[in-house]
């Protein structure tokens, strides 16, 4: 039995009640019962969910709604943004299995990242992520539903519960996703106050760089809150030059 | 790339067309085609199953149909039955990845074997077979439909084949170490002038500690180019505070 704790379940701006349904009943066949829901269109809760389940009620009646994805994987270490398309994003990308590896390794709290139904996740929404997480599919036929992506990769996760080998603990673990987010945010406004995003219609695509840059750091708590004082430091002290 | 033939998928006394045709498509996602009906109950073709198979017309037009399992596997060398409940039959149990690996490694044709939506196989199709497919389930919610199992085993036979591997993204590796080290001494200069270190005494081991932090980022060239410019503009410009 794996000591880490499940992933947890995140669909991003999902429109069907339906299909948040029959996510909940492929989460609980494989024993997975944490679901967050980030802006369901139709809000939440939704009269189309329940019979979708098929019983998986405890799914539904547990789920929790967010904002924002960052405020959903605000508790979490390692975010997984699952997507099948190519995408301008430099990232690690996993199959299902290598990142249920990873998952059962991890000494913090795992998110699995879903898009829509028809649209799949935004670059926004990948740029918070660790790594991407594609199933191997038919290039001339690349037609997995909602509830299919999340049925393998809970079925994939679900391979490792039965492992006895404990997980390999980290020394210094990665911190939660809302200290990175925090020091992001401290980050960016120092240098927006310092004239960096110069010119201004590049500032999207310089923080996206910079997001990346910062979430593949593993940094822990103690070394985020070295950061902060590090940019803090730098900012206080005109130097002469 | 395995040499084998593909799994011929064998659809026993299917209920709905609608379920027909989600099984074509949990199939042609993972590259399977080959579908064979024993006495759908409502006759075939079925027009339900066309919507559902999302696009994987080529799979229904192909379809075939039998009077009797025995016929619909008259060709087959090894026939795997797939039910998650107990039987009192004799036969081996494998998971999905343990029929694909012997599925890849047949010089013969192989059968996955599925039946009635609510039903399941009857003891006398399990008879026919030479092992029993399980997909090991959550005990307390085993709801697992026919369009999931048949994705499940279509997906572990994938892994086997070409397109299992995920898509090689050029990653940004990586910056050599004296790059690393050289922003450090960038870092370490600015921070100096700034006041950071402070008691002197303790410079050493805040040292060591930011540069622990900074050896585990994974930062590209880019990223590191990128962090130099962080660094000056936070020092350039004297900030109300």
Chains 1, 2 share one sequence.
């Not at 794996?2 to 066949?29: C, D, F, H, T, Y």
């Not at 490792?160 to 911190?175: F, K, M, Q």
């Amino acid at each position: 039995m794996s000591a880490a704790l499940p992933p947890v379940i995140v669909l991003v701006r999902p429109q069907l009640g339906e299909n948040i349904g029959k996510a909940a009943r492929a989460m609980l066949n494989f024993g997975l019962t944490e679901l967050r829901l980030v802006t369901p269109r139709d809000g939440w809760p939704n009269p189309d969910a329940g019979p979708a389940s098929a019983g998986a009620d405890i799914v539904l009646a547990e789920a929790e709604v967010f904002g924002s994805l960052a405020d959903a994987v605000a508790d979490c270490t390692t975010i997984y943004a699952t997507t099948v398309r190519k995408r301008g994003v430099m990232k690690p990308v996993l199959t299902p299995e290598a990142a249920a590896r990873e998952v059962h390794a991890s000494a913090g709290r795992s998110a699995y990242v879903f898009g829509a139904e028809r649209s799949g996740l935004e670059t926004d929404d990948v740029a918070l992520a660790h790594a991407i997480v594609t199933v191997p599919i038919n290039p001339e036929f690349a037609s997995l539903n909602l509830a299919q992506a999340v049925i393998l990769l809970a079925y994939e996760w679900s391979k490792g519960i039965a492992l006895a080998s404990p997980p390999e603990v980290p020394l210094d673990p990665p911190a939660p996703h809302a200290e990175l987010e925090e020091f992001i945010q401290h980050l960016t406004r120092d240098l927006d106050a310092s004239g960096y995003f110069v010119p201004p219609e590049r500032t999207e695509a310089t923080l996206r760089t910079l997001r990346t840059a910062l979430t593949k750091t593993g940094w822990s708590h103690n070394d985020i809150r070295m950061m902060h004082g590090i940019i803090t430091a730098l900012g206080r002290t005109p130097r002469p030059r």
